[in-house]
Structures are given as C-alpha cells and as structure tokens.
C-alpha cells in the first residue's frame, strides 16, 4: 500500500539555520502531499500541501516541492526560528483518508 | 467556526475501568477519524467513519476498543476494560469529502485527549 518515510528526528539547529526535513513516499496512483505540524499540547495541522507534480507548497516560510520524478517532498526553511520547534509530519492522500509518516521533532536553539 | 471539539481533555483512570472519549466534529465534514499517538508507535489510525458509517477499523487494536457515530455531530471512542497500555493521546479529526475527483482532503485535528492508565 502507500507509505510515507521520513527522516527520523530528533534534530536539533541554532536560530537562523537552514532546515531541510526529506520526505519520500510510495503510492499507486497521483497523491496530494502534505505537512502538517504539532506544537507542543496540541493536535496536528496543515502547515503546506501540493497537489500535483512539480507544485510548491509554502507557508510560514517553509517550502516543499513535489517531485514525482523521485517521489519526495522535502520541506525546508532559509532561517528557522525557535518558535518552530515543533514535530512535522508529511503525509499523503489516499482517496478518503491519509497517510501520515512518523514524524519528525525539531529543536531549535536559541 | 469551533474547530473539532474533543472531551475530555485529559483522563486519568484505574486498568479495568471504562473509557469514554466524545469528538464533536467540523459542522458540514462528513469523514471523522480517531487516531491514537505515541511515542513507541507515532501516530496510528485507528477507525475512520463517512456519513456516520464505520469504513474501516482494521486499525482498531482489540475487542476493548470500540467506536460509535450515531450522528453526523458526536462520535465516541470507549475502552473497557482499560489498560495502562492503552495510554496515550487520542486524537479526533474531519475531513470534507470534495467529490470523487479530488485528492485534497485537509483533515482537521482536535487538541486531543491524553488518557492516562493507571
């Protein structure tokens, strides 16, 4: 069936460093891709989404592309902030319900 | 709009005893979905519903867990007896079904209900 395999956490950056989180995944058929993320105490939300090839989700200053070609969705940020500290989920859509990857915790120092 | 309202917020009870959790979800999403989250095991689906029908529950981990959607406003998720392996963060989502053709189903999160067993 689809899966989501992202890289396993924790990671740990200083403020202002470059984030790139790699997200690749495997499905049948032309998914829409997502990442959601989780503050601490509180339930997942949408952060990004792409729903075709070579689309560009952004948010908040984060980005992802979707490459069919190598079936990723790598998110990054140019300067994470600590207020990003956070556990980030990719995920896809697989007709009326998502596939989640096992997230990944970020920390960010100050 | 609310947001998908979850009750309790958190729940602290003995092994053996029963566990409600309710969901109320997003007026007008017609999916609703429980999920369990740990740290061992991530985030789990665990039964999702459409138009207050059960679709698949093959996630649901035993006959002590079970779930109900009598209508399209209130769902919930019991336990018994409870086990204090059954700790963890309960969460509840919906989604709105944009037809057939679309792949985009934004699901929506409530806070969660941390349930502890003791």
């Known amino acids: 069936g689809d899966s989501v395999t992202q890289m396993e956490g924790p990671v740990t950056l200083s403020e202002e460093a470059f984030l790139t989180i790699n997200c690749t995944y495997t499905a049948t058929g032309y998914p829409s891709l997502f990442w959601y993320v989780q503050y601490p105490g509180e339930g997942l939300q949408l952060l990004l989404k792409?729903?075709?090839?070579?689309d560009k989700g952004s948010n908040k200053g984060f980005e992802a592309t979707y490459r069919k070609e190598t079936t990723s969705f790598h998110l990054e940020k140019g300067s994470v902030q600590v207020s990003d500290s956070a556990v980030y989920f990719c995920a896809l859509s697989e007709i009326d319900k998502i596939i989640f990857g096992k997230g990944t915790r970020l920390h960010i120092l100050p | 709009d609310a947001g998908v309202i979850q009750s309790p917020r958190h729940e602290v009870t003995e092994m053996g005893q029963e566990v409600t959790l309710r969901c109320k979800p997003i007026?007008?999403?017609?999916?609703l979905f429980w999920y369990r989250q740990t740290m061992m095991r991530g985030l789990e689906l665990l039964i999702y519903f459409n138009n207050n029908v059960p679709i698949d529950d093959s996630g649901m981990p035993e006959d002590r867990f079970s779930a109900k959607m009598p209508n399209a406003s209130f769902s919930t998720l019991k336990i018994q007896p409870s086990e204090p392996r059954d700790s963890a963060v309960y969460f509840c989502?919906?989604?709105?079904?944009?037809?057939?053709?679309?792949?985009?189903?934004?699901?929506?999160f409530g806070p969660g209900t941390r349930l502890t067993v003791l």
């Open positions: 792409a729903t075709k090839a070579d």
């Open positions: 989502a919906s989604s709105r079904n944009l037809g057939q053709l679309s792949s985009y189903n934004e699901q929506f």
């Open positions: 007026s007008g999403h017609d999916y």
